[in-house]
């Protein structure tokens, strides 16, 4: 969607070089249709600011994809016909920044967005070349719409597992919009005024903000080559296997 004045000049008047980042934002939206989702509007706030910084955008929209349920990296392994994680997995993992979008269900976060999220969990057995966790070195970030209360919590849901997992959260790593409580438009909808939510400055701030410390933070990371390992190298942890910091290649 477009951005508002203010989300235009500060794209218009950034200095920093982000052109060698890559991100990927999941919707897990429950509608099929990606162009009938509420959520997509607001994570396109996130994707306009970052596209316009030339960061590489692509946008997952995981209702239309066969997603096994699981806690394995490939689920056909394990008694599923298909499972299209595999190749999402491969964009994800190659993404310095990760927003995962979700509406709004009886206080909670879609069942599409658990699912991710699981299937997100079942790669934490896989690490990088400094033994951490293979999310180490990336940034994660959310976004949550509907018409009911719960956008903190889903928020708080999202960005725990992320930061689990090993993924950075920046300061401000989330933003959401909901109207008022119960039945009633969602982000986008026609309203006397116009589109719900576009001018709701509170939204629009803190998805610019969000936006903004993602890349920055991923810059930062990128730039210190990931977080250093001295303490969280996973294979210091094996079985009667001590690791010599002071010579890495060698165990003591």
């Known amino acids: 969607m477009p951005l508002n004045a203010t989300q235009s000049e500060l794209c218009d008047t950034n200095t920093n070089d982000f052109s060698d980042l890559r991100a990927v934002i999941i919707n897990t939206s429950l509608k099929r249709a990606e162009a009938e989702s509420h959520t997509k509007l607001l994570?396109?706030?996130a994707g306009e600011i970052m596209t316009r910084n030339k960061v590489s955008v692509e946008v997952i929209h995981a209702a239309a994809h066969q997603i096994a349920y699981g806690v394995q990296p490939d689920m056909t392994e394990h008694g599923w016909e298909r499972d299209d994680w595999p190749a999402l997995w491969q964009k994800i993992k190659a993404a310095d920044i990760l927003i995962i979008g979700t509406p709004i269900w009886l206080g909670e976060e879609s069942s599409i967005c658990r699912l991710v999220i699981e299937?997100?969990?079942?790669?934490?057995?896989?690490?990088?070349?400094?033994?951490?966790?293979?999310?180490?070195g990336k940034t994660g970030g959310a976004v949550v719409t509907g018409n009911e209360d719960g956008v903190k919590h889903c928020a708080m849901t999202i960005l725990y597992a992320l930061g689990h997992?090993?993924?950075?959260?920046?300061?401000?790593?989330?933003?959401?919009?909901?109207?008022?409580?119960?039945?009633?438009?969602?982000?986008?909808?026609?309203?006397?005024?116009?589109?719900?939510?576009?001018?709701?400055?509170?939204?629009?701030?803190n998805a610019t903000i969000m936006t903004w410390n993602l890349m920055h933070m991923a810059r930062m990371l990128k730039d210190a080559g990931g977080l250093p390992n001295h303490g969280n190298d996973r294979n210091a942890w094996q079985a009667g296997c001590r690791f010599d910091y002071e010579n890495p290649e060698h165990r003591v």
């Open 43 to 45: 994570l396109s706030v």
């Open 165 to 205: 997992l090993g993924y950075t959260i920046p300061p401000q790593a989330d933003c959401g919009w909901i109207g008022e409580a119960g039945p009633g438009p969602s982000y986008g909808d026609e309203i006397e005024g116009g589109p719900a939510g576009f001018d709701n400055e509170f939204t629009q701030r």
């Open 119 to 136: 299937r997100l969990y079942a790669m934490s057995g896989l690490l990088n070349d400094k033994g951490q966790s293979v999310f180490y």
